[in-house]
Nanobody, 116 residues
Framework: QVQLVESGGGVVQPGGSLRLSCAAS????????MGWYRQTPGKQRELVAR???????NYAASVKGRFTISRDNGKNTVSLQMDSLKPEDTALYYC??????????WGQGTQVTVSS
């Protein structure tokens, strides 16, 4: 049974930082592409960042330079360090794990709210 469990969301003031973590089980973690999407009401889910099994990373233009994704294959975790947070970063953040095009798993989501 595959499980992705996110943690680290919360409320932070603009300019602040948060670190999201996602612990995976039930998959051969090192072979999976890992990442984070976010979604706000009325909008499509947006890819925030992803990290491939060999360590290559991609970021949405809106978060580049502010967010950093990393993975620990020994602990089966992927993290998203979010700095210089803006109100527009407010969303429900989802961790995902993907292998090829047909195997994608999702976490339950963790809320990030950036507000003064």
């Amino acid at each position: 049974q595959v499980q992705l469990v996110e943690s680290g969301g919360g409320v932070v003031q603009p300019g602040g930082s948060l670190r999201l973590s996602c612990a995976a089980s039930g998959i051969i973690f090192s072979g999976y592409r890992m990442g984070w999407y976010r979604q706000t009401p009325g909008k499509q889910r947006e890819l925030v960042a992803r990290i491939f099994s060999e360590g290559t990373t991609n970021y949405a233009a809106s978060v580049k330079g502010r967010f950093t994704i990393s993975r620990d294959n020994g602990k089966n975790t992927v993290s998203l360090q979010m700095d210089s947070l803006k109100p527009e970063d407010t969303a429900l953040y989802y961790c995902y794990a993907a292998f090829g095009t047909d195997n994608t798993y999702w976490g339950q989501g963790t809320q990030v709210t950036v507000s003064s």
